[in-house]
C-alpha cells in the first residue's frame, strides 16, 4: 500500500472543555475559554475489534508552534471567523498548561459570534476541536498483544502546524481514516524492519474494515474523534 507521505491536517475533539466568561464583574460574558487537547489523556479505540488503536498527546507537543497563524473558528468553518493570533499577537490567545492546550477569545460582534454566545449560555455547545499536523518524527509507535489482541498506540510527542481551535457544535461521526492509514504505515514498517515486508494481510484488513464501522461523513475532511477522559 502507498505511504502516507503527504502532510495531513488532523482533527481531535474534548467533551466539556468550552465555556463562557465574564472578562469582569459587570460586564457581560463575552469571553470564550477552551481546552483544544489534553495532555496524557488516552483517546477511545479508533480500530476495530481485532486491532486496537489508541493516541496520547504528551506535554511538550505544543512547544514551538504557538506563535503559529492560527484561527478561532466555528465548527472549522473559514467563513466563520471568530478570532486569530498571528505570531503570539492579535484577538486570539493560546497556551499551554499542565492541563493541556488552551484558547481564549472575546467573541465578537458578527453573527457568527453571537450565535456562539448564545449556544454557550444555552449549554448547546460544549465541544472543542483544534487543527494540526504532525511531522512523521514527531510520533512514537508501540505495538503490543494483549489477551490475544493486537493493541497500537500512537504517542504524539511533536506538532509541527497549529492551524485552528474551533468551539464545536458535535463531531459528526467518528471517522477515523487518517489514524487508520497512519497505523497501517508503521505496522508495514514494523513488518519490513522484522523481515517480513509483506506484512499481515489480515491483521491490516482488520484495521481499514474498522473505519467502516461509522458513517461516511464528511470524510474528505478527515476528522475522527478523541474522547478524551478527565476534560
Not at 103 to 116: I, K, V
Not at 136 to 142: A, L
Request: hydrophobic share 40%; with cysteine; net charge negative.
Amino acid at each position: 500500500m502507498q505511504a502516507v507521505t503527504d502532510p495531513v491536517i488532523e482533527r481531535r475533539f474534548t467533551c466539556g472543555a468550552v465555556e463562557l466568561r465574564a472578562a469582569s464583574s459587570d460586564s457581560e460574558a463575552k469571553l470564550v475559554r477552551g481546552y483544544a487537547a489534553v495532555f496524557d489523556s488516552q483517546s477511545a479505540n479508533m480500530g476495530g475489534d481485532k486491532v486496537s488503536f489508541y493516541e496520547v498527546i504528551k506535554p511538550g507537543a505544543f512547544d514551538g508552534v504557538l506563535g503559529d497563524d492560527v484561527r478561532a473558528l466555528f465548527n472549522h468553518d473559514a467563513n466563520l471567523i471568530l478570532a486569530r493570533s498571528k505570531g503570539g499577537k492579535g484577538t486570539l490567545k493560546v497556551g499551554v498548561d499542565e492541563r493541556g492546550l488552551w484558547y481564549e477569545f472575546e467573541a465578537p460582534d458578527t453573527q457568527a459570534g453571537r450565535d456562539l454566545i448564545v449556544s454557550l449560555k444555552r449549554g448547546d455547545v460544549d465541544q472543542s476541536s483544534f487543527a494540526f499536523i504532525v511531522p512523521k518524527d514527531g510520533q512514537e509507535w508501540v505495538e503490543r498483544t494483549a489477551d490475544g489482541k493486537t493493541v497500537v498506540t500512537r504517542t504524539i510527542k511533536k506538532v509541527s502546524r497549529l492551524l485552528d481551535v474551533s468551539p464545536v457544535t458535535y463531531p459528526a461521526y467518528p471517522d477515523a481514516t487518517v489514524a487508520l492509514r497512519s497505523l497501517d504505515e508503521f505496522r508495514a514498517e514494523h513488518k519490513a524492519a522484522d523481515g517480513s515486508a509483506a506484512g499481515d494481510a489480515a491483521a491490516n484488513s482488520a484495521v481499514y474494515d474498522a473505519a467502516n464501522d461509522f458513517p461516511k461523513v464528511d470524510r474528505e475532511r478527515r476528522l475522527r474523534v478523541l474522547k478524551l477522559t478527565g476534560s
